[in-house]
């Protein structure tokens, strides 16, 4: 199944994507995409639901804006420098281990949404990722297990400010947490509709020209060891989102580097989850 959220910044519904493309609505099934949803088995009741309703569903039309895919979650975990190629763009040394970072849940937003540039903007670059949503509350969990407690998949864009990431103080947050920049979807693909997460090509252009292209075969820690190995740190809860991370191709890593500017167009995509777009545009003050 592929769940979409849609309708206007914040007062979202939830949908549905069926196989031939067309968006339903299933609003009157109740509830959000949220921790509550997966929790209490709700894919699995959403799909019973459908079958005996889905002709009371109303069809959702194509120019409708769709939100991120699922409601805001508990927590993002970013896995920072997961394929070997990129780690040598930025300049780093291949972890021994997970590099896990956050991103605040308040950056996130629909697949096609417009992306702001923070307010005195440097080098904001791009990042296509397989994101992983979690179906059932863990910690401690095997990587012989971790694959029971994944809902689905989802693209995600992990927007960076290089100088806040890299040139200040601290921590990566700072570059990772900027208002929009955690674009998510078109849709959240539930995990039987994935044969192997780890067999699909993923890729990125600005303005047309393609400019990160790979495949999550390259990762270098897999999705089970990534799951286990959060979870020996902290309780992944249902919805909560991992990113596992971006393959080469950033700008950072262009001699000279490439970073964004307003009126760019970014689109991505992975192998069975879609395709986003999202234009670039200057920092406005929050109303
Ligand atoms: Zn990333």
């Known amino acids: 199944m592929k769940l979409i959220r849609f309708g206007i910044i914040g007062k979202e519904q939830i949908g549905v994507e069926l196989a031939d493309g067309s968006r339903i609505d299933v609003s009157k099934f109740g509830g959000d995409y949220d921790e509550l949803f997966f929790a209490t088995d709700g894919i699995q009741r959403l799909e019973d639901w459908i079958g005996r309703n889905q002709k009371y569903c109303a069809t959702i039309s194509d120019d409708v804006r769709l939100g991120p895919p699922i409601a805001r979650p508990s927590k993002i975990v970013c896995v920072g420098l997961n394929y070997a190629k990129h780690a040598a763009e930025s300049g780093m040394a291949v972890p021994k281990e997970p590099v896990l970072f956050f991103k605040a849940t308040s950056s996130i937003i629909g697949p096609n949404d417009t992306v702001m540039l923070p307010k005195n903007s440097e080098k904001s670059d791009w990042e296509v990722e397989l994101a992983v949503v979690m179906s059932k509350k863990t910690s401690y969990v095997s990587e012989a297990d971790a694959m029971d407690y994944v809902a689905g998949y989802m693209v995600h864009n992990d927007l960076s400010e290089r100088a806040f990431q890299l040139e200040r103080e601290g921590q ?80 950072l890593g262009f001699k000279p580097p490439k970073y964004l500017k307003a009126g760019d167009v970014m689109e991505l995509g992975i192998d069975g989850l879609g395709v986003a777009r999202q234009e670039v545009i200057e920092f406005q003050h929050p109303s």
Do not use: R
């Open 172 to 251: 990566w947050v700072k570059g990772k947490s900027c208002d929009t920049f955690a674009p998510l979807g078109p849709f959240l693909v539930t995990k039987d509709e994935i044969a192997d997460p780890h067999k699909l090509d993923l890729w990125l252009k600005v303005n047309g020209e393609i400019l990160q292209h790979s495949n999550t075969s390259d990762f270098i820690f897999d999705i089970p060891h990534v799951i286990s190995y959060i979870s020996q740190f902290m309780t992944l809860l249902p919805g909560d989102i991992i990113s596992t991370g971006t393959p080469f191709g950033v700008g």
